[in-house]
């Protein structure tokens, strides 16, 4: 399903090249709950925006469902990224001027999808994040979980196969970030789809098929916690 | 599509109206002031030509002598001759009625049954007694006025009128009530007829008129028929169509087309603060930009959502402007008309028209200008990858990027277009070197960026020193956006230039203007027959031997007197003064010979101009007409064509065409015109100008209506006369300066915005409100300075140099440079207030954020 062989991704730093990532290989199959962790600088967040085709790769592969991203032009990354992967982020990252339900259906609407098929996908995943009375909310109504959790009905709404979050839980409180990591959880066990999620939180662990610790842009450690 | 559209591009506007309102006003403003040319320019066009066609009927062609002055009524029978021709004498004059202080009103003298078969004349009286009326209607002494007339001032068949002629005050009866038809409808109904002989009498001399109105035989073309008739008339004689644009006109007309240049500057102006706001508008919504393609918008349709928004707001900002425009337009409609009638009323505006091309036009201006503006930015931000999106709202740390390419570019342009303006600038079509001067301003709008990356970092030392912690950080926000601040600087910097350019023009024109007439004019006292208050060249004329009666009069010493007249030459309309030169020189030399005049004041010269030899021009006649002196220049007499050697090239602002000076005897045998427009008197000594001006007054009362201004009086007015037709251009220049604080305004709230998280942890770790709000400030002198420099520098060398050369190309007039100082303060007082003024609400936003929500901000 993802799969990464010997990637490096270089950024520059005034004149000098920075590897975020240093040659890394790695594949993730289809379903199960992978965790990324490792120190600040890792390589964690740019480890994920290349699994989710934000960024390409300097040198070496990334291979989506099978095909290299950087053999993608960016209309086929960008449908890709519609149709077959969700993105959660660290800071919710939802449109200030939408409500919560206009925030969920957003993949759709880009899809071009017709109001009734958009709510008929929208509805049942404001219920089963809990969020149906505050269907008609601004983002800044809501608390920062309840924020998080429009972002992982956003990321579940066009059906993906693939759902990558980075630090979900990187501004919330335990309690709050600990229901967000069953959501996700839960997403993986019951929806059969993969999810990988990067995360400083050690709590995380606790839900991991997989724990995949990352260390100056290089794979220190992979298997189960 | 239109789903993003509404729920991105609408709801953002409603969440921002202060940002989306800068963005659309810039575009307004400058369609406005584009517009209010355009209009200006069509409306006075299109009146003078229906004017035209009212007061001429049928009538395509006019008939004169070639010298211009009138022709005779025997031309009448040889034009007859030509078979299906309908011809007409004419006598027309706009005179005033001082008694009713009502004027200028056109005065037609008629032979009525040639005449309408030309013109329309309504009297509602049935046919079969119309006889009888025209015969009581055009007596002697009769006189027929419109109903809007009579009904203004309660006049019926029967009642008395006073109208000033050269011959005096002369008293007429109302005769008759045209209606609204024909040429009655001109000028408000300020339209009079009466019979030929009786204007004759009154106006000029028998058996002359002032031209032949003539409707070509049916299925002939006007242009055939005038050379047939011209062939039969002679030499003597000019046929022209009947509209053709007096040198007042094109005067008026060109003002308002110099006023279309000053709108595309503008325009450009507002250009740069669109182009400044959505680039800004882009950047700021970059993260809704990186959320959209990360989760799946294609480029095109984040790149069509953004230059739909702007194509949109660039509409709706045009609709305003247009709107606006029309308003203003209708000021400069009244001011040119105003100007153009001066001499002779010729356009009667009864509506200012925005035609359907203009309308269109304007709209797909302003349009463009916002789509090409938005088009840059948002292209910019499609060609980053979402994950680069998604990192690039914090930029606090970046470095200032660098623009030499752009800086290259730039001088390439400076380089090449001044090359171009230096060196080619007379050999320029009309325009051509305003377009370069436009060239000139795009180079210092590409080269700025770079030099302020420079100027910021040799003056955050400095401003660190004076300001402390604020003015570096003012200096190195400046330096770390420098292309935001250039263009915000440069649009300031442009309107600042048209004020300071305009400013220092009409000083240079006020100065050489005044200079002139004081050394010029050697009388104390001169006789108009018109309130040049009202009307600035005097249609109304004295007989020559009312100068005689005049210098009986206690406490005048000697008189000497001016015939002028309006000579075609070479398809313009030059001004040819007659002086009695002798009398002339006396005076100057009883007041003292200025420098100015020694250069003229010469025997041998005298005496060729007596001779009929030698005539003076005036320097812009020289220039527009190649006739350094020397050379030889022929002129069309009523005695036939007569050859005038160029003796010497004065400076003298009498008349846009040209003018020339010639010896008051010639003129009076070769024109075989004996009228005078001015009566020039000087006091004896001991005697006060208040005394002789009421001994004169007492004098002419009764017998003729005179205006009596001394030298100063008619400095004054000339000054007025400038400042008015400047005063619109003025109030365009406003509104570019208006253009200019939007700028600032939009880029100051934007930066403000953009700095919230490095504004919160300066707050932080311990900077005070009012040292954020001095921050923001500080920043915002910088620019209006910087603004304020390139505009007093902009100003004064564009002033010097392509208005200058640009009036020397159109009107022959080279005048000398005054460097307006006082308006240079004013210039940098703008700058100053602007500084302040548009500093207000952003360093009130800075300081008052919330320190814990603007360090969570993303």
Known sequence: ?225 | MRRLLRLFSWRHARRHPLRTVLGAASVALGVALFVSAAVANSTVLRAFEETGERLGGRAKLQVTFASGTGVDEAALPRIEALPGAIAAPVLHRSTTLSDLKEGPVLVFGIDFWKDRQLRLYDFKIPSAELPAFIATALRPDGIVVTRRFAGRHGLSPGSSLVLDTPRGRAKLTVTGILESEGPAQVFGGNFMVMGLPTAQALFTKPGIVDRIDVAPPEGLDPDAAGARIAAALGPAYSVQPLLRRSAVLDDALSRVRALVVVSVVALVVGLFIIYNSVSISVVERLRDIAILRSLGALRRQVLGLVLLEWTALGFLGSASGLAAGYGLARLLVTASARSANSLTLAIDVREVVLTLPVAAGSLAVGTMVALFAALVPALEAMRTPPAGLLGASIESSRAAPRQLRSFLVGMIFIVAASALVLGFYLRLPPYGGLAATVFIFVGVALVLPQLTVWAARLARPALRRVFRIEGYLAADNIGKFPRRTALTTIALGGALSMMVASASFLASLRRSADAWMAEAFPFDLSINGTDLTTQLYSPARFPDALADEIRTVVGVASVYTVAVHHQPFRDNEIMLLAVDLDGLFKMHRERGITDRMKAIDDPGLREAMLAGRDIIVSENFMHRYGTPPGSQVEFQTVEGPRTFRVARAVEDYSWPAGMVVMERAVYRKLWRDDLVAYIDIRLAPGSTPAEVRSRVAETLKGNYTAFLYSPDELRGIAAAALDQAFQLSNVQVLIAVIIGFLGILNTLLISVLRRTREIGLLRAVGATRGQIRRTVMIESFLMAAVGGAIGILAGVAGAAFPLRLHTLQVTGYWIPLSIPWSWIGAAAGAAIAIGYLASLLPARRASRLNVLDAIAYE
Do not use: W
């Open chain 1, 1 to 225: 399903m993802i799969e990464f062989r010997n990637v490096r991704k270089l950024y520059p730093q005034g004149t000098r090249q920075i590897a975020a990532l240093d040659g890394v290989s790695l594949k993730i199959d289809r379903g199960g709950f992978t965790c990324l962790t490792g120190p600040s600088g890792s390589g964690k967040s740019t480890f994920l925006h290349l699994a989710g085709g934000l960024d390409l790769p300097t040198s070496g592969e990334v291979l989506l469902e099978g095909t290299a991203t950087s053999s993608r032009n960016d209309d086929d990354l960008t449908l890709l990224r519609r149709r077959r992967l969700g993105f959660v982020f660290q800071f919710f990252n939802l449109i200030p001027s939408l409500s919560v339900a206009e925030n969920v259906a957003l993949p759709l609407l880009l899809e071009g999808g017709r109001p009734a098929d958009v709510e008929g996908r929208v509805a049942p995943l404001l219920e089963r994040v809990g969020l149906a009375a505050r269907r008609a909310s601004a983002p800044d109504e809501l608390s920062g979980g309840e924020m998080q959790r429009v972002a992982v009905a956003r990321a579940l709404v066009a059906d993906p196969a693939i759902v990558l979050a980075d630090e979900p839980t990187g501004n919330l409180d335990s309690a709050t970030g600990r229901g967000i990591l069953e959501l996700l959880h839960a997403v993986a066990r019951e929806d059969g789809r993969t999810v990988v999620v990067v995360t400083h939180d050690p709590s995380a662990a606790r839900f991991a098929d997989r724990l995949v610790r990352l260390r100056d842009g290089r794979v220190e450690s992979d298997g189960t916690p």
